[in-house]
Nanobody, 124 residues
Framework: QVQLVESGGGSVQDGGSLRLSCTAS????????MAWFRQAPGKDREGVAC???????SYADSVLGRFAISRDNAKTILYLQMNSLEPKDTAMYYCAANDRWMNPSLLENRYPYWGQGTQVAVSS
């Protein structure tokens, strides 16, 4: 069973930056496709960014150019660097993982493992 724990959320002002981290309870992240999702109050959960085992990435249009996903396989940590944050980025952010080969995907149903989330609040 893979356990994922997110950290790094908080409150920032419009234009600020945060870096989220997701630590996995496994020996290595190497074979995993990892992703970040978010859910704002009253809205469906949406994919933000993903990175495959080979390093291919995919981003939601709303964060392209502002967010960057990366991974440290040896330390089993996934990151999401978020720059130029806007109030619309306010949400609970979740880390997700799939231990099978897959193409980049921001679809929820492709990821069987999920963390509990970390809250991000951006004020204007």
């Amino acid at each position: 069973q893979v356990q994922l724990v997110e950290s790094g959320g908080g409150s920032v002002q419009d234009g600020g930056s945060l870096r989220l981290s997701c630590t996995a309870s496994i020996g290595t992240l190497s074979p995993f496709t990892m992703a970040w999702f978010r859910q704002a109050p009253g809205k469906d959960r949406e994919g933000v960014a993903c990175i495959t085992a080979s390093g291919r990435t995919s981003y939601a249009d709303s964060v392209l150019g502002r967010f960057a996903i990366s991974r440290d396989n040896a330390k089993t940590i996934l990151y999401l660097q978020m720059n130029s944050l806007e109030p619309k980025d306010t949400a609970m952010y979740y880390c997700a993982a799939n231990d099978r080969w897959m193409n980049p995907s921001l679809l929820e149903n492709r990821y069987p493992y999920w963390g509990q989330g970390t809250q991000v609040a951006v004020s204007s």
